[in-house]
């Protein structure tokens, strides 16, 4: 595909959180990424994909990336997902409300009806309709790890003379094990040719939310796979060669304030929730330190917002999302006692709400497109 040559100019990443329906504030923040594209291009109906050559995502991230990919508008995935939301959360039956809270078969079928090819058949990671590179982070609960998987024919697993080659999966099934947050959604299970056994066999392997990963946000990761040469693209960086998006679903405070000691099960809440915190303020951190920060919240009180000039940027680098502070959850909860969990519904018309004043404040076009 010519999609896997440098870039002319300067190579545009954008890299998109998991945060369920919070994924609703990072569509904001991308409509009006897509508003001042189009205006300064004189193209109205310019989307998102005409502009980005490599976009990525986790969990919600990854539907919103890959939607976008597929070269959607921003305002039509604002659209599916408002629609799907309740459907995407139907609660599981009896039989399985004790292994997870929501049944998977509406998202699959959400996904699947939605990732085809023009006779029908179901869209694979390798299709011609994804007009941009795309990432999608999920994790292999079978084997404990990490799975990136990525269109990019030159890639190791997607040598399609080779067994088991990544590009002949169903696009929709890869979104759907990104998506498959354990408690909340079943695994997704997926068959791979095994390369190594010199036969034609299959493994099964069991695959969970890429959130469950140190790349909750994958923006440095996104950045690894374009220009570490093991990842076979091996595009230039530098600030003049490479500029990278990173876009967040809103940052709920983690920590449990005067409560000095916590009970087992609310530390057991807890937990997991405070990992993928640390892991996103991990990855924010390394895209600061590596390249040209143009845009973002102080990161803590020692170090501040690093936004400064950097002569060895290795990219020009954007971090839009704010922090869900007390007057935040104090409104959200007037909404919905339910305040700001990964599911709630409930709250679609306050996330978007605050989207919009949000990207309305904090995109502007410097901070990633300053010369071209």
């Known amino acids: 595909m010519e999609w896997t040559a440098p870039p002319s100019g300067r190579a545009r ?6 945060g369920g329906i919070r994924g609703l504030f990072s569509l904001e923040i991308a409509r009006r990424m897509e508003a001042l594209l189009r205006e300064k291009h004189g193209r109205p109906d310019a989307v ?3 502009y980005f050559h490599y976009m990525g995502g986790t969990s919600t991230g990854a539907i919103i990336a890959t939607f976008l990919s597929w070269g959607l508008p921003v305002d039509e995935v604002i659209r599916l997902y408002r629609e799907n939301a309740r459907v995407m959360f139907t609660k599981a039956g009896l039989s399985s409300i004790h292994k997870h809270r929501f049944a998977g078969q509406p998202i699959s079928d959400f996904l ?4 085809v090819e023009d006779d029908g058949t179901p869209a694979t990671l390798g299709t011609a309709k994804l007009r941009t590179l795309l990432l999608v982070v999920t994790r292999n609960a079978s084997t404990g790890s990490p799975w990136p998987m990525s269109n990019n024919p030159r890639a190791l697993y997607n040598d399609r003379s080779q067994p088991g080659c990544n590009l002949d999966l169903p696009l929709w099934q890869i979104v759907r094990a990104s998506t498959a947050a354990p408690t909340f959604f079943p695994p997704e299970v997926i068959e791979i040719a095994d390369r190594h056994s010199g036969q034609t066999k299959k493994q099964v392997f069991a695959f969970e939310d890429g959130g469950v990963t140190p790349f909750n946000n994958p923006s440095y990761l996104l950045y690894t796979m374009a220009t570490l040469p093991e990842y076979r693209l091996n ?5 003049d060669c490479l500029s990278l998006v990173s876009v967040g679903t809103g940052r709920v405070k983690t920590g449990r304030g005067t409560r000095i000691d916590e009970n087992l099960l609310g530390q057991a809440k807890s937990i997991p929730t405070a990992l993928i915190s640390s892991a996103q303020w991990m990855q ?6 590596h390249g040209e920060c143009r845009h973002g919240e102080p990161l803590d009180s020692e170090i501040g917002d690093l936004i400064r000039e950097n002569p060895r940027g290795a990219f020009l680098y954007a971090r839009y999302d704010r922090t869900i502070g007390e007057a935040d959850m104090e409104a ?10 990964l599911d709630n519904i409930e709250l679609m018309d306050f996330l978007g709400g605050m989207g ?14 300053d010369h071209e």
């Open 112 to 115: 699947k009806d939605f990732f």
């Open 332 to 341: 959200a909860l007037k909404v919905s006692k339910k305040g700001f969990t």
């Open 13 to 18: 990443l954008l890299a998109f959180d998991g």
């Open 356 to 369: 919009r004043a949000y990207a309305e404040q904090a995109v502007k076009l410097e901070h990633f497109d």
């Open 48 to 50: 998102l994909a005409d």
């Open 284 to 289: 924010d951190l390394l895209c600061r330190q």
């Open 235 to 239: 595009w230039p960086d530098g600030k």
